[in-house]
Each structure stands twice: as C-alpha cells, then as structure tokens.
C-alpha cells in the first residue's frame, strides 16, 4: 500500500484504537506486567504525536520517485517513534497528565510498544485488505 | 544548405503515450508549456507553436529562428533551461541531427529533408494489429449486422425476428481478456450469479493473448513479470500476494533459503532489495483456479463483436460473428467494455521497409512472433539491431544473451535517440538512470496505483492530466541485477554496444540484410550500421481509431475521446455519453488511458476500473448486486482461500 496523508492518519487511528487497544488490555490490566493505566495514555500519546508524524513522513515520501514507503520504512519509523517516547519519558523524564515519568517502566514499555506494533503492522498487511477492498487503492483510507 | 524559410522536422517521442511524433515546421518555432504564452508573430513572421506538456517546461520555454541561413535556439528564460546533445545552452546555433531536450521530451532537429522516416505515411498507418488465433476473414460490410443496427437505438422484437440466437442478462463484458475476466470475478464476489453475466471474446482462457504478447516479447512461464506481489488478478484483495504464495510453495519443497529471501524482498523492496515479481506461469495457474471457481467457462461465449447499439428499453445489444457464416446478439443492460490494446506500434521506417520488401522475416516487432531470429542467430551468429530502450528491449537482450551461450558469434547494436544521462523530474525527485535506461519498477511510479499520485491525477483537468502523464510517463526498465549483468558484460566484451542517432532510412543490401542509415547527433554525419536482424521494441498502440469496433462506436454515438485519444470515461470508469436510461456502460485497459487514473493497463489498474465500476453500479441498485465490505468481503475471502464458489 502506497500511503497518502488522510490514508495514513485514518490507518492510524483505526488500527490504535482496534489492534492497539486490544493488544494493550492485557498490559493494562495487569496480566503482563505491572498494570495500571499509563499503558493506555502512552498509547494515547503514540497515536497523537503520530498523526503529527505523518505529516513528516508524506512529506519525506515526496522526495521519492515512486512516492511509496516501503514495509522496511515502516519499521524504522516504529523505531524511531518509540525512541522519541523513550526519550520523552525516560531520557528527559517529563511527566504528562496519565504517565508520571518516575513510575515509566522502560522494560515493560518495550515489550508493550513491541507487541502493539507488530500487531499493527501485521493487521495493516492483511486483516485491513481482507475487510476493505478500497483500502489499498485509495492509500490507506478505509471510510 | 537551407534557405531562410525552408521548414523543419522536430522529431520525439511524445512521453505520454509513447507515439512518434514528426511534424514539418517552418521557423520561427516556439515551444513551451502553454499555448496562449506563446508568441503569435515574431518579426513579422507567424510563429508555429508547439506545446510541450510537462510541469518541467516553462509556458513560453524556447524559440527557433532562421538567422544567416543558420537556425538558433533561443531560450526564453525558463525556469529548467534547454540541453542542446546533453550540455545546456540559453543562445545557439543548431544542425542537422542535434538532439534539444526540454523536461521530459527529447526532440531531434532534421533539417535536411534527405529523411525518409517513413514520414508521409499516415501515422495511424505505423501499426500491426495484434494477431488473434481467429482472424477476422468476411468483411465486415457483410449482412451482419442487420441494416437496423445503422440507427441509433435498436428493438428487441427486430433482434428476435433476424432468427439469430438472442440472449438476455444483466450484466455483459465484451473481451473477454484480463480486464473482462478481473470484472466479473468481482461481480461473482458481490453476489451476481453466473446465470445473470456473459462474457464474449476470441478465447476460451482470460490471458491467452496476454500470454501469447508475454511469450513474444520473450518471457516464458519460468521468467518474471514486472507485476507487484499483490497484483493478482485472481484476487482481488491482494492477499496473499504472488511472494508470500511462492515463499510457501518453495517452504513445503524445504527450500528455506528461497523463502526467507523471497519475503526480505517485500519486506525491504525496492530499497534495500531487488522488487518481488511473480513468474508467469504461476500467475496464469492462479487465474486458470479463480476461473474454474466462479464459473467462467459458462458465462463465457466464443466471438467476434462486430457493433453495440443503445436498445430501445435501456439496455444495450451486441452483435457479435462465430464464423462460419453464424451470428448471435446479447442483450444486457450494463457493458463492460475490455478489448485491450488493438495494434502493435511499428517505427515508421521498419513499416516501410517491410513494405517495399515484402520481406518479413528480417525486421520485426518484439510483440509479434519472432523466434526464428533466435533460432537463426543459435544456428549461424550474426548482428541484431534493437531499437527503443524499455523493458521489452531488456527481455530481448536477456534472450540475446542467453542465445550468445550457444553461439559466441553474435553482436548487438543498441539504437537509441540520444543519451540519458538523467532521468525524468517530478517535484523533489528524479528518476534513476543506468547505462542509458531509465528505471523504475512497474511502468508507472508506484503511487500512481493508490497513492498520491494517483489522487492528484484523479483531481486534475484535462491538459494537467497529459502533463502529469508526460512527467511520469516516458520508457523505463526495472532495476534487475541479472539485466545489469548482462548489459555491463556486454559492453565490457564488446559485443553489446548502444549506438545514439535518428535513423533517416533503412533499406536492403545486395545479401538481402536490412542496412540503417542514421544521422549521428550533433555534426557527425550520417553512418551505415549493418544488421542481419532489426527488433522494434518501441511498444503497443491504444489509438481508438485503430480498433474497428471502437471506431465504430465512437463515430456511432459521437463519443468524445480524451486528449490522448482514449475513450473519455468518468472517474468511476463509465461512458456517460452511452447512458441508456438504467443501462450503463463502463471500460478498462488502455482504452481508457489519458483519463483519470494512469496505470489503466496492468493487473492492479484493471482492478482499480472493476472496483470503481462495480461500485457505481452497486450506487445504482444494479441487480444481486451487494457492494463488498467489512465481514461480507472477508467471508468472499474465505471462499477463496477454500476455493469454494462464491
Ligand atoms: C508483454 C506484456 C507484459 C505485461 N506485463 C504486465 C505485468 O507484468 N503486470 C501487469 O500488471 N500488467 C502487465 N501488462 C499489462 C496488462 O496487464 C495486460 O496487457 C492485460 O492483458 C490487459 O488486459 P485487457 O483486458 O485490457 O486486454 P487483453 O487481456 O488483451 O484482453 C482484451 C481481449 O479483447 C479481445 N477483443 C478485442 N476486440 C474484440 C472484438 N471485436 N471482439 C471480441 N473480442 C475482442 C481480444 O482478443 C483480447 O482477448 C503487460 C502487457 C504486455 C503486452
């Protein structure tokens, strides 16, 4: 799937809100983990500084011929998305309403981060083609 | 020497539609992006205007004069000036054979007319139509169709009373090639039944002429296409695509280290590994599967369709020819309209030559059959001239090469317009350029497909949608390391060489073997190359004149064609001017290029037209109809993974 903007920003918030907020319960709720609601407003955060992201990275894509992101993009913007989360967090320590920096788990938000995004990304190559035909050929959006 | 008046050629490839371009001209001459900003007169003299289409061409961008019997270029301040034989140049003197390029377009300058080129012909004339297994054999003044299909609308009653076969459905798709078989293979999937679609064409299996197009321009059923993974016209979801397929078949055979490299590549292509593409055969083996699955064999019909009229209870009737002297009319009320390219584009010159020679064997078309150069070359070496620079002429070389392992004493000559040495611009980005090739994956930048470009272009005009075309259009190849092997190799042995000049005539020698005369750019002169083989691998032709029954159509209904002389159709793919009441019809394929969506002729495109299409139809409460989304789609999609009907 080639992306464009609007594509990119209604995958996002799709996949966050479904695959992300499933894959995050378990977290949440203690299952794996320590527990606690921080999990659910670092995934809130993700998703909000990445709609911002995506202006970036449309931007970037211009500066390619075909203007395609390929799939091993995609990971090294997940990459770098947590790095900015780490940082945040962890590295500067700044507390936001819902995370206090001093109880950020860096650990747990690694496997967190690790196992919402490869379910992410696994959804977005199959499960987002198998329930919308126009998904892919109108760049990511599925409404 | 030329007088201050005498008219010019300008000779280019038009980097749209791949057409030859020759116009007589007399200076002054100006070219630029728009016609309106251009001047009218210049001393006293009336100008001829030339649009160049592409965002990289300034609005007024140059201008040719005679001046002392010399002509000058002048560039007009633009913004991404003019290369005069690849250096660039604001105010100069030209001769014969130099090459101008301005943005996307490469124009030689032919200013003695010693040219032949094949130029007074018609260039409708420059074209082979594609052979079909079943040729068309009584004229087609004949009785059929009826006198009453001259008018506008036809009645039912009247096809009745010719005692020809009728059939009545809803839906119809004339073609019967990929573009048909993609359309009702998403009709089945939405829930029509295959009592309810005919299909009608030349052959019983949907890429039996795409085959037979792949097997001449030399890719076999173990070589690759130039199609994504997830171009599958057996599937319409894209899922699985073509690679994660092959990664399993190659799993269940143990060969491990296939499968990893097979999914790195769709992991990382085309950056950090060469881009994935399917091997015919296996492509053609999951399109035989679907075909089987929803019932294609019974809804296709074996013929040649000679008319289609609008009927008088809006719907529409197609007369079509079985040979043998039967005919037979369907009646449907929502068309498909799918016929593929209808000619093969021959370069002027090689038109001619095999005209006046009558002799067929020596210069031919990379579509057309041509094994028996190979086999010939195989059997006693000799040279070969190539000409046009895409991904067919890779292919040839590629087999060329393959040929020179059996017999060393073959050499090729590679005749180009003039050099690349950078590719075309768009924006921030420039196309990559290796060895005079441009490269690109597919025949289109990727997000012609689903990306940005291909909402920009959908949103654009008319005139902006030839000039985004021109910018992202021209002849490319794929970047394959084998491809790049070979052309490095050959040059380094000698026995691959990429010769630069326009070709004025060609014409037997006393051995009966084609000799090229070429004007070399810039003031070399003219040059004589020797071949025993000339390939024309310039490419296909989508004109609707060229098809006869299009061209009947569109002179029927009076349809208005698209600036590049397609069938004009809406964003949704329909033929609005052929609206019959609830009767509608739509097209695929390169019929319809120069419209809303550039990558019209390939898989993914096809699919795109059906999707639209199908859609619209789904808008307007078209029969058994049910769009397919959410679960829907996803239960259609278990039925394929089980290969149950639909
Ligand atoms: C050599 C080659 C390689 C290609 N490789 C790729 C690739 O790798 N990936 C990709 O995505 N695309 C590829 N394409 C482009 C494209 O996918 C194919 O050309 C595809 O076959 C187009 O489908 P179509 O239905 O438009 O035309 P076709 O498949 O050619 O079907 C049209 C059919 O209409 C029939 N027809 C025409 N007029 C009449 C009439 N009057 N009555 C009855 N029948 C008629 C013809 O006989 C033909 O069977 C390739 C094209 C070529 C030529």
């Known amino acids: 799937m080639t992306p464009t903007l609007l594509g990119r920003w209604q995958t996002r918030i799709l996949l966050f809100l479904t695959v992300g907020l499933l894959l995050t319960l378990p977290f949440g709720l203690g299952w794996i983990g320590p527990g606690g609601t921080a999990f659910f407003a670092i995934l809130f955060y993700l998703l909000g500084l990445g709609l911002g992201w995506d202006v ?27 790095l900015v989360i780490v940082l945040l967090f962890e590295a500067m320590a700044i507390s936001l309403p819902g995370v206090d920096a001093e109880a950020f788990q860096l ?7 690790m196992v919402v995004w490869v379910g992410i990304f696994l959804a977005s190559q199959s499960l987002m083609r198998l329930l919308f035909l126009h998904w892919r050929f109108r760049g990511g959006q599925w409404l | 020497m030329a007088t201050s008046s005498a008219p010019i050629r300008l000779s280019w490839q038009d980097p749209s539609t791949g057409e030859q371009r020759l116009p007589h001209l007399s200076p002054p001459i100006a070219l630029g992006r728009e016609f309106t900003h251009m001047p009218v007169d210049w001393q006293g003299q009336r100008v001829s205007r030339i649009v160049l289409n592409s965002g990289q061409v300034s609005r007024f961008h140059a201008l040719l004069t005679w001046e002392n019997d010399q002509l000058r270029l002048q ?9 005069v034989n690849g250096g660039r140049q604001t105010d100069c003197l030209l001769n014969h054979g130099d090459v101008l390029e301005i943005g996307p377009y490469r124009i030689t300058l032919l200013l003695r007319d010693d040219t032949d080129l094949g130029a007074n012909r018609v ?39 010719t005692q020809y076969p009728v059939e009545e459905v809803d839906y119809g798709a004339l073609g019967a090639g990929l573009g048909s078989f993609v359309w009702v293979d998403l009709l089945r999937l939405c829930g029509v039944s295959p009592q309810q679609v005919r299909v009608i064409g030349l052959e019983a ?6 085959q037979r197009l792949c097997l001449n321009s030399q890719i076999p059923a173990h070589e690759r296409l130039r199609s994504n993974s997830d171009s599958c016209p057996d599937n319409i979801w894209g899922w699985p695509g073509y690679a994660l397929r092959e990664a399993w078949h190659d799993f269940t055979q143990g060969q491990l280290r296939s499968v990893g490299y097979r999914l790195w590549q769709v992991f990382a292509e085309p950056t950090f590994a060469e881009t994935y593409t399917p091997k015919s055969g296996r492509v053609f083996a999951s399109i035989d599967r679907e075909a089987t699955r929803i019932g294609w064999p019974q809804m296709y019909r074996f013929g040649r369709i000679r008319a289609i009229r609008q009927t008088d209870d809006g719907r529409y009737a197609i007369a079509y020819a079985l040979g043998r002297g039967q005919y037979a009319f369907l009646v449907a009320r929502y068309i498909h309209l799918a016929t593929g390219y209808p000619a093969i584009q021959f370069l002027p010159d090689l038109q001619d030559y095999r ?10 078309n990379a579509y057309e059959a041509h094994d028996h150069v190979y086999q010939a070359l195989e059997r006693q070496g000799g040279t070969v001239l190539i000409r046009g620079r895409g991904i067919v002429a890779s292919r040839i070389l590629q087999r060329l090469y393959e040929a020179r392992q059996r017999n060393p004493n073959i050499a090729v000559l590679h005749l180009m317009r003039s050099p690349k040495p950078k590719g075309n611009q768009f924006q921030y980005a420039r196309r990559a350029v290796s060895n005079h090739f441009e490269l690109q994956p597919f ?9 940005t470009l291909r909402s920009q272009l959908e949103q654009a005009g008319p005139e902006e949608r030839m000039r985004l075309l021109a910018d992202w259009g021209g002849t490319t190849t794929a970047d394959r390391g084998d491809w790049q092997r070979i052309v490095q190799a050959g040059l380094d042995e000698g026995w691959y060489q990429v010769g630069f000049g326009t070709v004025t005539r060609v014409e037997p020698d006393a051995q009966g073997c084609p000799l090229t005369f070429i ?13 025993n083989f000339i390939i024309d691998a310039t490419g296909l032709d989508g004109k609707v004149k060229t098809n006869p029954l299009l061209d009947e159509l569109v002179t029927h209904y009076n349809l208005p064609l698209n600036l590049a002389g397609r069938l004009a159709v809406t964003n949704d793919f329909e033929l609005v001017e052929m609206r019959n009441h609830k009767g509608r019809m739509y097209a695929a394929g390169a019929i319809t290029f120069g419209g809303p969506y550039a990558a019209v002729d390939s898989f993914l495109g096809l699919q795109y037209a059906a999707l639209c299409a199908v859609n619209s139809l789904a808008q307007g409460r078209a029969p058994q109809l049910r769009s397919l989304h959410g679960w829907h789609s996803l239960a259609q999609w278990c039925k394929w993974a089980r290969n149950q009907t639909p």
Not at chain 2, 205 to 210: C, D, E, I, T, V
Not at chain 2, 522 to 527: A, F, P, S, V, Y
């Open chain 1, 107 to 113: 650990g747990w938000f690694l496997l967190h981060y």
């Open chain 2, 123 to 161: 260039r409708g004339d420059s074209v082979i139509l594609i052979a079909d297994p079943i040729p068309e054999v009584a004229p087609v003044t004949s009785a059929f169709p009826p006198p009453f299909f001259q008018s506008r609308q036809v009645n039912i009653q009247a096809l009745y009373a």
């Open chain 2, 205 to 210: 299996q949907p890429y039996a002429r795409y």
């Open chain 2, 355 to 364: 005209e006046r020679t009558q002799d067929f064997q020596v210069v031919v």
């Open chain 1, 56 to 82: 970036l990275y449309i931007y970037l894509q211009k500066f390619r011929w075909d203007q395609d992101w390929p799939a091993a993009y995609q990971w090294l913007a997940a990459l770098w998305e947590g």
């Open chain 2, 519 to 531: 004007q070399e750019m810039g003031l070399k002169g003219e040059i004589k190359l020797e071949a």
């Open chain 2, 75 to 83: 560039d007009q301040n633009s913004s991404n000036g003019t290369q």
């Open chain 2, 443 to 451: 025949n289109w930048p990727k997000a012609c497909w689903g990306g």
